[in-house]
T-cell receptor, first 115, second 112 residues
Framework: DAGVIQSPRHEVTEMGQEVTLRCKPI?????LFWYRQTMMRGLELLIY????????DSGMPEDRFSAKMPNASFSTLKIQPSEPRDSAVYFC?????????????FGSGTRLTVV | SQQGEEDPQALSIQEGENATMNCSYK?????LQWYRQNSGRGLVHLIL?????REKHSGRLRVTLDTSKKSSSLLITASRAADTASYFC????????????FGAGTRLAVHP
């Protein structure tokens, strides 16, 4: 398995533009998580899905952020319109949720810069 | 607010020395996990210890868990320059969905 795949690796965009981040989780994993990492706030959980259904989006900072998971192999995180304070590294992670707890597998992240 | 807090924030040692990082958490947990993050990369899962376990080993890693004190420690023995990274503890919030909350991390620098 190639692991969790995120694209793009880097994104530079102008304030006000729409940004879409993509994630392909590990095949067979039924939970998917979007995190944001900044120096000031560390790793923040934005939203997570279980069996493609959004379970908790309380970490999504504003209505400008939205996430979808149309099927088990694909998820997107969209920011519209983007602002400079959205600059961060965005990670997608997947896991197998069952009776036992398992660790997460993280993607390499998307470094977003909004100018 | 963060569930887990690592201590120290930064640690600098020489190759061959042992490195110990600590984590404290606030609420009851059913497991605690440690992750490593190399600069510019994603987090890598190192080890998971369940609440009914007190100690767990994986190669040069040793993790302890004290649920009465709500604390855990990660020991890396015989450190190598390649161990230079940030280390995070993570604990699941209640609710059964394995929703992990990460601490701020310990930055470890191992000098040759």
């Amino acid at each position: 398995d190639a692991g969790v795949i995120q694209s793009p690796r880097h994104e530079v965009t102008e304030m006000g533009q729409e940004v879409t981040l993509r994630c392909k989780p590990i095949s067979g994993h039924n939970s998917l998580f979007w995190y944001r990492q900044t120096m000031m706030r560390g790793l923040e959980l934005l939203i997570y899905f279980n069996n493609n259904v959004p379970i908790d989006d309380s970490g999504m900072p504003e209505d400008r952020f939205s996430a979808k998971m149309p099927n088990a192999s694909f998820s997107t995180l969209k920011i519209q319109p983007s602002e400079p304070r959205d600059s961060a590294v965005y990670f997608c992670a997947s896991s197998l949720r069952g009776r036992q707890s398992y660790g997460y597998t993280f993607g390499s992240g998307t470094r977003l810069t909004v100018v | 607010s963060q569930q887990g807090e690592e201590d120290p924030q930064a640690l600098s040692i020489q190759e061959g020395e042992n490195a110990t990082m600590n984590c404290s958490y606030k609420t009851s947990i059913n497991n605690l996990q440690w992750y490593r993050q190399n600069s510019g990369r994603g987090l890598v899962h190192l080890i998971l210890i369940r609440s009914n376990e007190r100690e767990k080993h994986s190669g040069r890693l040793r993790v302890t868990l004290d649920t009465s004190k709500k604390s855990s420690s990660l020991l890396i023995t015989a450190s190598r320059a390649a161990d230079t990274a940030s280390y995070f503890c993570a604990t699941p919030l209640s609710g059964g969905y394995n929703k992990l909350i990460f601490g701020a991390g310990t930055r470890l620098a191992v000098h040759p």
